[in-house]
């Protein structure tokens, strides 16, 4: 986890981050183009210390990259070595470090508290921190910095927005110890729905907001490449859809936190999201079918932050999140067992057809998922488990 600040560089220093990260995304895709040449059963790529060597070579013959900071350039050969480890490890697979781009993957990071940098507190509300080659740097103290944090990164956003974050493990959130379990069912029209019976909707973009998005992509489109009015609608519809990020954000903190506190587990679906989002375009050859109601559950999907939730979860409640089964929970009734396609009478409206028990869809669906229902394309269940029963919809609530 990171704490993020907002930093507000001066005009000049504003100047030298950008040179940072540029020279820090360069190094970086040096490494990965040696890197791309190599495959298992051919002589080994560079490693760190052989970098190193060629860095400083490379120093001393450009003078643009010694004017800049060697800190920087070093870490980002750390950071790539890193990458490169986590994606060579059978254990825990990673990705496969690929390219940087301007404009999109702009950052460098600092590591060596003490050695390297320093941060103080300059009034209630600023704060600064030292950055090699632009000295003392401010940026809004919106909490306190965690004084056990030994690194941080410096990013620009395609808002234009620079900010610092300060890499920490914090401590979990302890358990409430009431011995309640919690289901969550995740949708698209209703972001997380609890076996509690509460309906929770992660916050979007407002009609308004959406409508000068639709207006500013427009725009977009008939802008000439490499116009500076193309750049000033660029950065327009990045400032609306940052916010939309950070409200999404916003609400997966305080969501997770919330449920970490109440409930001692929490069960959710165990969905692979970037297979259910993958596009449906297909190829020239065998073209898809419905590629724009696809690209727009793609787009419902990844708006309602479905990951993000769990894994600031699995995050603030270790070893308490578990993982369950999706198949057919939403077509099980949660009061009596049955399992009919037909009792789900819209999205929204689920009526058992054996036993008449009526209720939201979500919440019947979250309920069968607190219970750790694992069921079968037969109906059949795998081991029951007590769940925290609180006040169900029933359908004239609806």
Not at 261 to 281: P, Q
Request: hydrophobic content about 35%; charged content about 25%.
């Amino acid at each position: 986890m990171s704490f993020r600040y907002r930093l507000n560089p001066a005009p000049a220093q504003e100047a030298v981050l950008r040179d940072h990260c540029g020279h820090a995304r360069y190094i970086w895709n040096l490494a990965v183009e040696q890197y791309s040449h190599w495959h298992p059963g051919r002589v080994s790529a560079p490693g760190y210390l052989e970098q190193c060597r060629q860095l400083t070579a490379a120093r001393a013959g450009h003078p643009w990259l010694a004017a800049g900071s060697q800190t920087v350039q070093q870490q980002a050969l750390r950071d790539f070595t890193q990458a490169m480890a986590a994606f060579l490890d059978p254990k825990n697979p990673a990705r496969r470090p690929s390219w940087r781009k301007a404009g999109r993957d702009e950052g460098f990071r600092i590591v060596g508290r003490g050695r390297q940098w320093d941060v103080r507190r300059v009034s209630r509300h600023v704060g600064e921190i030292w950055v090699p080659k632009a000295g003392w740097v401010r940026f809004r103290w919106s909490r306190d910095v965690p004084p056990d944090a030994k690194s941080y990164r410096v990013t620009k956003d395609r808002a234009g927005r620079w900010h610092v974050a300060f890499a920490v493990i914090p401590a979990p959130v302890p358990a409430p110890g009431n011995g309640q379990t919690v289901g969550i069912d995740r949708g698209v029209a209703v972001s997380a729905a609890l076996s509690t019976g509460q309906l929770l909707h992660c916050p979007a973009l407002t009609a308004r907001e959406q409508a000068r998005l639709g207006r500013l992509q427009r725009k977009l489109a008939r802008a000439r490449r490499g116009s500076n009015r193309r750049g000033r609608v660029k950065r327009a519809i990045a400032r609306l859809k940052a916010r939309e990020t950070d409200r999404r954000k916003d609400w997966a903190e305080k969501t997770s936190t919330d449920l970490a506190r109440r409930f001692d587990v929490i069960r959710v679906e165990g969905l692979k999201i970037t297979n259910m989002t993958r596009s449906a375009k297909g190829t020239r050859e065998n073209p898809g079918r419905n590629v724009r109601a696809k690209a727009g559950l793609n787009r419902g999907i990844l708006r309602s932050g479905w990951g993000l939730l769990v894994r600031r979860l699995e995050e603030k409640a270790p070893r308490r999140v578990e993982k369950i089964k999706p198949a057919l929970t939403s077509q099980r009734c949660s009061a009596c067992g049955e399992v009919d396609r037909g009792s789900r009478e819209s999205q929204a409206v689920f009526r058992c057809t054996a036993c008449g028990f009526a209720c939201n869809a979500d919440v019947n669906a979250a309920i069968n998922i607190a219970a750790g229902h694992a069921v079968t394309a037969r109906g059949g269940d795998g081991v029951t488990r007590p769940v925290n029963r609180e006040p169900q919809l029933l359908l004239h609530s609806v």
